[in-house]
């Protein structure tokens, strides 16, 4: 399984984006889909959970901001981020956590909210 993570890149404050992350591969059983984030020194973050029932989850940084959802057949996570800040800025990555154990993660998308 391979992860290709996409929609980054220059936004102003107030602004939004979504990022998608797509799978190659069959995947099967989903135990988790997570967006992370890292800032520039700063320690990896968990942003966003999905289930693999649908329950979601989120950083209370980004609590009524952000939606986490999925499109199973087309094996693609997305997050939608709305009303974005400067302390969004990070790179942004996915990982899907499969059974019985496997984990996955994306390249990586850079976002960066600036005026």
């Known amino acids: 399984v391979q992860l290709q993570a996409s929609g980054g890149g220059l936004v102003q404050p107030g602004g939004s984006l979504r990022l998608s992350c797509a799978a190659s591969?069959?995947?099967?059983?989903?135990?988790?889909m997570n967006w992370f984030r890292q800032a520039s020194g700063k320690q990896r973050e968990l942003v966003a959970t999905?289930?693999?029932?649908?329950?979601?989850h989120y950083a209370g940084s980004v609590k009524g901001r952000f939606t986490i959802s999925r499109d199973s057949a087309k094996n693609t996570l997305y997050l939608e981020m709305n009303n974005l800040t400067p302390e969004d800025t990070a790179v942004y990555y996915c990982?899907?956590?499969?059974?019985?154990?496997?984990?996955?993660w994306g390249q990586g998308t850079l976002v960066t909210v600036s005026s």
């Open positions: 999905i289930t693999g029932v649908g329950a979601t």
């Open positions: 990982q899907f956590l499969l059974a019985p154990d496997y984990i996955y």
């Open positions: 591969g069959s995947i099967g059983t989903i135990n988790f």
